[in-house]
């Protein structure tokens, strides 16, 4: 059952990059691209693969979930390729509503790079740890990640109203924060690319190191030490030293693997950028210049606030009652239980800006890109890096 799940994905995975290129090829035609009553052959092909491939994805979850026994979501694996797949599946929502390929050709790199993120943690299925043996893992989990995914549509749609409005002809801040926002999606790529080459050399190494609470252990790496761990000692012979000691509370490990990512999408944004000869915002241009600014303003705006309270519900009140359940107190300031209150408390400053304030447009683009850079940090950073109680979703 375990093959035919990790089969089902890959097959999901495939039709998505092949339903990025038909979106692609969909949006060539001189038409206009915010004609809500039909779609050209190329955007109807893209449309049906992107079905066919959330089908296929959707397969792997009930297969993989049947595997395991529980709901495939406790791991970072599992949680990022539920959230890939739920990205899909709003989009998929939102274009029957609107109609729009471009659409398409904005969030599906999106979930392509969040489930290649996904892959390259490890798949291993394993037994529920004590703190997550609860039916409410099913229902906070897969509700925060929805809300997630549907909140991510309205960065999509914001992006493509910035590339659109921003004029690339001239440096400013506002190329520059949306270059540095396509920095970040290469840097993405970076990390499947970096993890990748490590990998398929088999590199490995050992540290003896001491953990928060005193206890000593052994911590192996997949990439050379930039970051070590607490009072490290080396334990792989010619093995190499790590630069810099972090304290027991940081995870060493995974802050080692972001140093490496960002290293790694430096490189290839560089090369990119010599290819292009021009920022990747610039080059994205030409791709927008048929849609209607409001048109995507609005999507942008709809998909938050429906993302919103589905975010509410999952991320804070199904969270709070199993907090309450498992730990006997509804809020402990953890990392993960933070940031999830920040990104609420963003997206609600958002509704209030946008509704009376009057923050439409760029600037509602604006603050939905700064959204999904909050979720997204929230995924890694938070889940990588900080240690808390939420500190499985790492492994």
């Known amino acids: 059952?375990?093959?035919?799940?990790?089969?089902?994905?890959?097959?999901?995975?495939?039709?998505?990059?092949?339903?990025?290129?038909?979106?692609?090829?969909?949006?060539?035609?001189?038409?206009?691209?915010?004609?809500?009553?039909?779609?050209?052959?190329?955007?109807?092909?893209?449309?049906?693969?992107?079905?066919?491939?959330?089908?296929?994805?959707?397969?792997?979850?009930?297969?993989?979930?049947?595997?395991?026994?529980?709901?495939?979501?406790?791991?970072?694996?599992?949680?990022?390729?539920?959230?890939?797949?739920?990205?899909?599946?709003?989009?998929?929502?939102?274009?029957?509503?609107?109609?729009?390929?471009?659409?398409?050709?904005?969030?599906?790199?999106?979930?392509?790079?969040?489930?290649?993120?996904?892959?390259?943690?490890?798949?291993?299925?394993?037994?529920?740890?004590?703190?997550?043996?609860?039916?409410?893992?099913?229902?906070?989990?897969?509700?925060?990640?929805?809300?997630?995914?549907?909140?991510?549509?309205?960065?999509?749609?914001?992006?493509?109203?910035?590339?659109?409005?921003?004029?690339?002809?001239?440096?400013?801040?506002?190329?520059?924060?949306?270059?540095?926002?396509?920095?970040?999606?290469?840097?993405?790529?970076?990390?499947?690319?970096?993890?990748?080459?490590?990998s398929g050399i088999g590199y490995h190494e050992k540290f003896n190191w001491i953990d928060k609470h005193g206890n000593e252990d052994v911590l192996e790496y997949t990439m050379p030490a930039i970051t070590g761990p607490h009072q490290a000692e080396l334990l792989t012979k010619d093995g190499f030293e790590p630069l810099l000691e972090m304290p027991a509370y940081i995870n060493a490990k995974k802050l080692n693997t972001v140093i490496w990512s960002f290293m790694g999408g430096a490189v290839l944004y560089g090369l990119l950028r010599l290819i292009l000869r021009k920022r990747i915002a610039a080059a994205l241009k030409p791709l927008v210049k048929n849609i209607k600014l409001d048109f995507v303003d609005e999507i942008s705006y709809r998909s938050v606030l429906i993302g919103f309270p589905v975010f509410t519900l999952g991320a804070l009140i199904f969270a709070m009652i199993w907090a309450q359940i498992a730990w006997s107190r509804f809020w402990g300031w953890d990392p993960k239980e933070v940031w999830a209150l920040i990104t609420w408390l963003f997206y609600a400053a958002f509704l209030h800006l946008r509704l009376s304030k009057g923050w439409h447009g760029e600037k509602s683009a604006w603050l939905a890109v700064i959204g999904f850079v909050i979720i997204m940090f929230n995924l890694v950073a938070v889940n990588l890096i900080i240690a808390g109680l939420h500190s499985y979703a790492g492994s």
């Open 1 to 198: 059952m375990a093959t035919i799940s990790s089969n089902l994905l890959f097959i999901s995975f495939v039709l998505y990059l092949i339903a990025t290129l038909f979106f692609g090829g969909a949006i060539k035609v001189k038409k206009d691209l915010n004609d809500t009553k039909t779609t050209n052959k190329w955007g109807k092909i893209a449309v049906l693969l992107t079905i066919i491939g959330f089908v296929s994805q959707l397969g792997y979850f009930i297969t993989r979930w049947i595997a395991a026994g529980h709901a495939p979501v406790s791991n970072m694996f599992e949680f990022t390729t539920f959230f890939g797949m739920a990205l899909v599946g709003a989009f998929i929502v939102i274009y029957f509503i609107y109609r729009t390929t471009l659409l398409g050709l904005f969030t599906m790199p999106v979930a392509i790079l969040v489930i290649a993120y996904a892959s390259m943690f490890p798949r291993d299925i394993s037994p529920l740890i004590p703190a997550l043996q609860s039916y409410w893992l099913h229902i906070h989990v897969t509700t925060a990640a929805i809300g997630e995914a549907i909140l991510a549509i309205s960065f999509a749609a914001g992006l493509i109203y910035l590339v659109k409005v921003i004029d690339q002809t001239k440096a400013s801040k506002r190329t520059f924060w949306l270059e540095v926002v396509m920095f970040g999606l290469v840097v993405v790529i970076g990390f499947v690319a970096v993890s990748s080459l490590f």
